[in-house]
């Protein structure tokens, strides 16, 4: 049974800053692709990053090089510096396998830009 747990999100002003994590239980965590992906209201869920056992690491065309994907293995932990937020970003963020195990969604963490 795979465990998705993520946390880190909130309110944030246009311009900040925020750290999601992942913990993951219940899977080979170290040797999987993990992503991080989100969901805004009315929209469907994409993928915002992820991170293979190697560290080749993807984006999104929409980051433009203000997140950054990271892993623990030891602590089977994923992460998520996000900088430079905007209002575009509003969304409910996961992490997941990439591609995602679809039965295992975690109850994700909100994020909110706004001033």
């Known amino acids: 049974q795979v465990q998705l747990v993520e946390s880190g999100g909130g309110w944030v002003q246009p311009g900040g800053s925020l750290r999601l994590s992942c913990a993951v239980s219940?899977?080979?965590?170290?040797?999987?692709?993990m992503g991080w992906y989100r969901q805004a209201p009315g929209k469907q869920r994409e993928l915002v990053a992820s991170?293979?056992?190697?560290?080749?690491?993807k984006y999104g065309d929409f980051v433009k090089g203000r997140f950054t994907i990271s892993r623990d293995n030891a602590n089977t932990t994923l992460y998520l510096q996000m900088n430079s937020l905007e209002p575009e970003d509003t969304a409910v963020y996961y992490c997941?396998?990439?591609?995602?195990?679809?039965?295992?969604w975690g109850q994700g963490t909100q994020v909110t830009v706004s001033s």
């Open positions: 219940g899977s080979a965590f170290s040797l999987r692709t």
């Open positions: 997941n396998r990439s591609p995602p195990w679809e039965d295992y």
């Open positions: 991170i293979t056992r190697g560290q080749n690491i």
